[in-house]
């Protein structure tokens, strides 16, 4: 449980489908959550969010506007995820043909994506690594790495 024991706020106009959200956790409008997904404590889910059922997420997270968390995605604690930040989860999408499981994507804790940032399916944000807004993440970032661009490349080592 989070420092927070207040129950979740669901906004009216959110569709949350799971009972799987940790005290204190907030779900703005028109954000879609279905039913397998988990939520940490302490939350915030901002509008236009959409949570698919394989996704895993830790406490006091951040999900800024327009961002889609799919199947396979897995986050750790303390994370922020800035607006229309992209995740993938299959390396040869075909309409209508699915992978038997889509690839896991981890986000350790305390890591930080800047807004439209792109980042390919399989791959591993170390902690407390930054990656810079509208960067295409193509391979593992390591853990206090700043990268940016696209492809996305270190640039330095994170402070703190």
């Known amino acids: ?11 009216r106009l959110a569709d949350v489908a799971t009972s799987k959200i940790g005290d204190g956790t907030k779900v703005w409008q028109f954000v879609v959550v279905l039913p397998g997904a988990s939520v940490g404590s302490d939350c915030n889910i901002c509008s236009h969010v ?11 997270v951040t999900v800024k506007n327009g961002v889609r968390l799919y199947d396979g995605l897995r986050i750790g604690n303390d994370v922020f995820i800035g607006p229309n930040v992209t995740f993938t989860n299959d ?7 699915y992978p038997d499981r889509f690839l896991s994507t981890i986000i350790e804790d305390w890591v930080s994506i800047g807004a439209g940032a792109v980042i390919l ?9 930054m990656i810079g807004a509208g ?5 593992d970032v390591a853990p206090g790495a ?3 661009g ?3 490349q270190p640039v330095r080592k994170s402070v703190g």
């Not at 449980?1 to 906004?11: Q, R, T």
């Not at 399916?121 to 690594?129: A, E, V």
């Not at 960067?135 to 391979?139: D, I, P, Q």
Request: contains cysteine; positive net charge; charged residues 25%.
């Open 121 to 129: 399916p399989g791959l591993t944000l170390g902690s407390r690594c």
């Open 135 to 139: 960067s295409v993440v193509t391979k």
């Open 1 to 11: 449980m989070g420092k927070n024991d207040a129950p979740p706020f669901v906004h």
């Open 91 to 97: 390396k040869h999408p075909r309409s209508k043909q």
């Open 146 to 148: 700043v990268v940016r």
């Open 50 to 60: 959409f949570i698919e059922n394989d996704v895993v997420m830790g406490d006091r």
């Open 150 to 152: 696209n492809p996305a």
